[in-house]
């Protein structure tokens, strides 16, 4: 006989305050899972401590840590996105999963020195093919490309960073108010509540959320022509900067997805992460992955039909060489596999199905820039060099495992230790939601209806 589970009985809006509250970093292995990644972190700056002292030569080491960064431009970046979108359509089913997808913004405190260290590893810039040169093509911008694209990361990271501490003024103030955490009363800056404060909180998180997004779209677009393109003769694509922004908006709903599975499952949040969450991201991907199809096919198209020989030397290195098999890995778990186990409602109305699949687009994505970076790095020489021979894909070593698994890793610290200082689910949107939504019978089911806030 089949045993049932009983489904918990509901919250009140305080009971449910102060349950989150309790929970703020409190899951079992917390500072194990901590001093693990920690160690793995130092490990991987140190080995990028010694590459760096190393000097630049030869370019094609720095394939891997370039993956890395373009991986996690792609995912941590791009997740807090969902939480900025969902807001803007008054997506409630997104309300859960906002915080953990904000707590990404972390990331930037990674992202942004290693961006650092790696435009300065590029080879000399004046005549290179970028969006940095002047018209008659005698120079570039002052500057650039090395002050404004880490000024731009910069402020990305910086706007992040804003949007959750905006996003955590009243939950800091609940902290406060509970006397969780000696850091909430600093932090909360007097938060009230009051009627001005809310205006000015939904305002601001409006305005910095689409600030975040227009930078995000700028960040990918120089990170691969700078990072990428530019280092390969002849590669010269107006498909490839959206399709690294598009495959980025893909690889964030994948990880916002894979994160409040984590938080239900390690987290103990199953009472506040309900299927509507991974449904209603699933949607998300879905669509993502048939524009990550639309892009690959455009880039494709141009290069076979135009047929001149740098345009058939592209191909060659980023598709149809050595590179083929991380192509066909790639596309095969960003769009095949989303694409057939997504139109099937089985999958994608519930929580297994949307984990699964947001873990091979993350998988697909990791491979995709492994593609583009590694290849790029590998050919990357003096301004005007003429390229014949492919060279032949070269797998990571144990400094490129180290750089990759202590970049991750070092995201991951930060992530858990975030928690700390605010609860995984943001408390305030989610006492909204409840006062706002009723459950109501509707033929032989029952159906959420949600009050419509003025």
């Given at each position: 006989m089949a045993v049932h589970r009983a489904a918990p009985p509901p919250l009140t809006p305080e009971q449910a305050t102060r349950d989150l509250l309790a929970r703020m970093g409190n899951g079992g292995g917390f500072w194990i899972a901590v001093l693990v990644l920690g160690l793995l972190a130092l490990a991987g700056l140190v080995r990028l401590y010694l590459m760096v002292m190393a000097g630049p030569e030869p370019r094609s080491k720095w394939g891997y840590a370039a993956a890395v960064l373009a991986f996690l431009l792609s995912t941590a970046h791009s997740a807090p996105i969902l939480a900025f979108a969902s807001r803007l359509a008054k997506g409630f089913w997104a309300v859960p999963a906002r915080r953990a997808a904000e707590l990404f913004t972390v990331s930037g405190l990674v992202t942004t020195p290693l961006f650092i260290v790696l435009i300065n590893q590029l080879p000399d810039w004046p005549g290179r093919w970028s969006f940095w040169f002047f018209p008659n093509q005698l120079g570039v911008y002052p500057g650039a490309p090395y002050f404004w694209d880490s000024l731009a990361i910069a402020m990305l990271t910086v706007l992040g960073l804003a949007i959750l501490y905006v996003t955590g003024?009243?939950?800091?103030?609940?902290?406060?108010?509970?006397?969780?955490?000696?850091?909430?009363?600093?932090?909360?800056?007097?938060?009230?509540?009051?009627?001005?404060?809310?205006?000015?909180?939904?305002?601001?998180?409006?305005?910095?959320?689409?600030?975040?997004?227009?930078?995000?779209?700028?960040?990918?677009?120089?990170?691969?022509?700078?990072?990428?393109?530019?280092?390969?003769?002849?590669?010269?694509?107006?498909?490839?900067?959206?399709?690294?922004a598009v495959s980025g908006l893909q690889a964030g709903a994948a990880t916002t997805i894979l994160a409040a599975a984590i938080l239900r499952k390690v987290g103990g949040l199953e009472r506040y992460m309900p299927m509507n969450v991974f449904w209603g991201a699933a949607k998300l991907l879905l669509g993502t992955s048939l524009l990550f199809f639309y892009f690959t096919w455009s880039e494709l198209l141009l290069n076979w039909y135009g047929r001149l020989p740098e345009e058939q030397y592209v191909l060659s290195l980023?598709?149809?060489?050595?590179?083929?098999?991380?192509?066909?890995?790639?596309?095969?778990?960003?769009?095949?596999?989303?694409?057939?186990?997504?139109?099937?409602?089985?999958?994608?109305?519930?929580?297994?199905?949307?984990?699964?699949?947001?873990?091979?687009?993350?998988?697909?994505?990791?491979?995709?820039?492994?593609?583009?970076?590694?290849?790029?790095?590998?050919?990357?020489?003096?301004?005007?060099?003429?390229?014949?021979?492919?060279?032949?894909?070269?797998?990571?070593?144990?400094?490129?495992?180290?750089?990759?698994?202590?970049?991750?890793?070092?995201?991951?610290?930060?992530?858990?230790?975030?928690?700390?200082?605010?609860?995984?689910?943001?408390?305030?949107?989610?006492?909204?939601?409840?006062?706002?939504?009723?459950?109501r019978e509707f033929i032989h089911t029952e159906v959420a209806v949600i009050a419509k806030p003025r």
């Amino acid at each position: 006989m089949a045993v049932h589970r009983a489904a918990p009985p509901p919250l009140t809006p305080e009971q449910a305050t102060r349950d989150l509250l309790a929970r703020m970093g409190n899951g079992g292995g917390f500072w194990i899972a901590v001093l693990v990644l920690g160690l793995l972190a130092l490990a991987g700056l140190v080995r990028l401590y010694l590459m760096v002292m190393a000097g630049p030569e030869p370019r094609s080491k720095w394939g891997y840590a370039a993956a890395v960064l373009a991986f996690l431009l792609s995912t941590a970046h791009s997740a807090p996105i969902l939480a900025f979108a969902s807001r803007l359509a008054k997506g409630f089913w997104a309300v859960p999963a906002r915080r953990a997808a904000e707590l990404f913004t972390v990331s930037g405190l990674v992202t942004t020195p290693l961006f650092i260290v790696l435009i300065n590893q590029l080879p000399d810039w004046p005549g290179r093919w970028s969006f940095w040169f002047f018209p008659n093509q005698l120079g570039v911008y002052p500057g650039a490309p090395y002050f404004w694209d880490s000024l731009a990361i910069a402020m990305l990271t910086v706007l992040g960073l804003a949007i959750l501490y905006v996003t955590g003024l009243p939950d800091f103030a609940h902290a406060r108010d509970q006397k969780r955490g000696f850091l909430a009363g600093p932090l909360s800056l007097g938060w009230k509540g009051t009627t001005r404060q809310w205006q000015v909180l939904s305002t601001g998180v409006i305005l910095l959320g689409a600030f975040y997004l227009t930078l995000f779209v700028f960040v990918h677009m120089y990170m691969v022509t700078d990072l990428g393109m530019s280092l390969v003769p002849g590669w010269r694509s107006a498909v490839i900067p959206p399709y690294h922004a598009v495959s980025g908006l893909q690889a964030g709903a994948a990880t916002t997805i894979l994160a409040a599975a984590i938080l239900r499952k390690v987290g103990g949040l199953e009472r506040y992460m309900p299927m509507n969450v991974f449904w209603g991201a699933a949607k998300l991907l879905l669509g993502t992955s048939l524009l990550f199809f639309y892009f690959t096919w455009s880039e494709l198209l141009l290069n076979w039909y135009g047929r001149l020989p740098e345009e058939q030397y592209v191909l060659s290195l980023l598709m149809f060489g050595p590179f083929l098999p991380l192509f066909v890995l790639s596309f095969l778990c960003n769009f095949i596999l989303p694409w057939f186990l997504l139109i099937f409602n089985r999958v994608r109305v519930s929580i297994n199905g949307p984990t699964l699949v947001a873990a091979i687009v993350l998988t697909g994505n990791f491979i995709d820039r492994v593609r583009i970076y590694v290849a790029s790095w590998s050919v990357a020489g003096p301004v005007g060099q003429h390229l014949d021979a492919v060279p032949a894909l070269r797998g990571p070593n144990l400094a490129d495992l180290a750089i990759v698994v202590g970049a991750l890793s070092a995201v991951g610290v930060l992530y858990l230790l975030a928690t700390k200082l605010l609860p995984p689910i943001s408390i305030w949107e989610y006492r909204n939601s409840m006062l706002l939504t009723v459950e109501r019978e509707f033929i032989h089911t029952e159906v959420a209806v949600i009050a419509k806030p003025r």
